[in-house]
């Protein structure tokens, strides 16, 4: 791809999938498939992205993580919080070794988004209306895309003020 359309400038890491279920429940090989799409595919992508923007000195990468790397995933989505806290450490030590040669290297951790599967999945966070839409958080994302010096992880709480136990009831 870099022959025919340049060497990457910026690259946004936002694939995942979130299979619902706890470590009891979840059984190895779905583990190794959300661990796959959420975790091994954004270091995939980082490590094919970040030689050239390193020896251009110049790229910028974010991650799209999840406040669920920092709080769990509500008791049922054990392989994605555990896929997200690796995407947060791969975030860091990416920014460490790349940050001086002028790659910034960041996360964004969202709260809940305003999707069809969060609507599906728990329609009380629709209904109270404290998701945000999704279209607000990718402005977000590019907005801070020059503006952010590594390593910084953003949390984004979409439900502030709300209490964990109220939106998962």
């Known amino acids: 791809a870099e022959a025919e359309l340049g060497p990457f400038d910026i690259l946004v890491n936002n694939a995942a999938i979130n299979i619902q279920g706890t470590i009891a429940d979840i059984d190895v090989e779905t583990f190794e498939r959300v661990l796959s799409v959420d975790l091994i595919a954004c270091y995939a992508l980082c490590r094919r992205a970040l030689w050239s923007m390193r020896d ?5 990468v974010v991650n799209i993580s999840s406040v669920a790397a920092y709080i769990g995933g509500n008791g049922n989505e054990a392989p994605y919080s555990v896929a997200k806290a690796g995407v947060d450490m791969l975030v860091k030590v990416t920014a460490d070794e790349l940050g001086r040669a002028g790659v910034r290297v960041n996360a964004v951790n969202p709260g809940i988004i305003r999707t069809d599967l969060v609507a599906m999945l728990v329609p009380a966070i629709v209904k109270l209306g404290v998701a945000i839409p ?17 390593p910084v992880a953003l949390a984004v709480y979409a439900a502030a003020g709300l209490a964990k136990a109220d939106l998962w009831e």
Do not use: D, N
């Open 56 to 60: 251009r000195g110049w790229g910028r």
């Open 134 to 150: 999704a279209a607000h958080m990718f402005a977000f994302y590019f907005a801070i895309l020059s503006a952010i010096t590594p």
